[in-house]
């Protein structure tokens, strides 16, 4: 089954699961599709399986709290970074729920967290002006950047360079084997004061580059040029919150949530917006993200739903 506007356009809620006391601040799918993990303000992280539709499990981390959840290469372990206590990276076993390593370093809170798509590299953004290189075999910091401002990053599909946005007003490419020699590649936006990068993600095609923000606009550049091609607006967030935006798998579309519990979708390529979907969420999505191998997405608020086609193209 190919993605298509009319296919988009069929998509509703086919599940919705009430695990969570508080909002869902940032979940990830496995990369065969076959599970997500969400991380939640109530402290809490719950697997879920897509393949039955169900949630499978719930872990807490009570002390430190948990954001930003990535899932590893090895089964069964994820990466998170912590809103509690400290700003320390987190690396545990989900088998058994127990910790296999700490990455302390940053000293303010980590806002940025990508997993090399090839490898056990991962790289860090904080509000501490820095972006960290780590590998999970290691609790030593192996890279480490000053910047001039607050960074959002993100690993291309290859995992050979990585993009760094900086001050909500320029993106810096790196190559991963030379980053110490600086950018290849800077490109200069023009900088909105009305709203703050909070993500940047790049299509799976490694054409494209998404920039989310905390307002009402959202932008895709050409990651090899730097031009913005287009720019999204027209949902709701008035209230400055941290919207995820995401790329559909094959890199035709482009979709995010929004404060009043619908999502939006626009083709990436021409600009134009296909579909309005409602999730009937009680509060904004805050976090969104398609199937990697199935057709299916994912949106939460403090719930989470799953999302399926209801006609066969």
């Known amino acids: 089954m190919k993605l298509t506007d009319n296919v988009l356009r069929s998509f509703r809620v086919a599940k919705v699961f009430r695990e969570n006391t508080d909002k869902i601040n940032c979940f990830d799918f496995c990369s065969n599709g076959e599970a997500i993990i969400s991380s939640s303000d109530d402290d809490s992280l719950v697997l879920y399986d897509c393949q039955e539709g169900k949630p499978k499990r719930t872990l807490y981390s009570k002390k430190y709290g948990v954001d930003l959840i990535r899932y590893t290469h090895a089964a069964n372990t994820v990466v998170y970074s912590s809103n509690k206590i400290d700003d320390t990276i987190r690396y545990l076993s989900l088998h058994d729920n127990k910790y296999i390593r700490y990455f302390p370093g940053h000293n303010k809170r980590v806002t940025s967290l990508s997993m090399s798509p090839v490898d056990d590299t991962f790289i860090s953004g904080s509000l501490d ?96 040029k730097g031009a913005v091609l287009h720019s999204f607006g027209g949902y709701n967030n008035s209230k400055g919150v941290t919207l995820e935006a995401s790329f559909t798998p094959d890199s035709q579309f482009v979709m995010i949530g929004s404060e ?42 403090s719930n989470m739903a799953f999302w399926l086609p209801t006609i066969d193209d």
Request: aromatic letters at 10%; one cysteine or more.
């Open 129 to 224: 002006k820095t972006i960290r290189l780590w590998d999970l075999r290691s609790p030593n910091c192996q890279g480490l950047m000053h910047l001039q401002g607050k960074p959002v990053c993100s690993f291309d599909p290859e995992g050979l360079i990585f993009a760094a946005g900086i001050n909500s007003e320029m993106v810096k490419l790196y190559d991963l084997r030379s980053f110490d020699k600086g950018p290849f590649a800077t490109f200069k936006l023009q900088y909105d004061p009305t709203c703050e990068w909070t993500g940047l993600k790049f299509s799976n095609d490694g054409k494209l580059i998404l920039l989310s923000t905390n307002g009402g606009a959202l932008r895709i550049l050409d990651a090899f």
């Open 260 to 301: 009043d519990g619908k999502i939006h979708v626009w083709n990436a390529e021409s600009g134009m917006k296909v579909a309005l979907l409602d999730g009937k969420h009680t509060g904004p999505i805050t976090c969104l993200q398609f199937n990697p191998k199935f057709m299916t997405f994912a949106s939460a608020c």
